[in-house]
């Protein structure tokens, strides 16, 4: 799955929109390397965001086939 689209679907952005302009800027990186919106998530990936001041980190430990409404845990924040 893209990282944009896993971002929404996981909820740790709400637009899919927001979450490629953040990826376009640098704001992304994932294993300590800054990614494209299209990077294809992997299982144990570590996700960095910049949010302003803050960074917010979290290991991705499942990708969903489907996205529906009920919202699967796929992220640990670490």
């Known amino acids: 799955m893209r990282l944009d689209k896993f971002l929404k679907v996981s909820r740790v ?5 927001v979450a490629n302009e953040a990826a376009d800027s ?3 990186k994932v294993n300590g ?3 494209k919106p ?3 998530v992997k299982i144990g ?3 960095e965001i910049e949010f302003g001041d803050k960074v917010s980190k979290f290991e991705i430990i499942a ?3 489907k996205v529906g409404k ?6 640990k924040i670490l």
């Not at 952005?13 to 929109?17: D, E, H, L, N, V």
């Not at 009920?70 to 992220?75: A, K, T």
């Open 70 to 75: 009920n919202p699967v845990e796929m992220i």
């Open 26 to 28: 640098g704001r992304v």
């Open 33 to 35: 390397k800054e990614v």
């Open 63 to 65: 990708i969903p086939e």
């Open 13 to 17: 952005i709400k637009r899919r929109t």
């Open 45 to 47: 990936d570590k996700v």
């Open 38 to 40: 299209s990077y294809e």
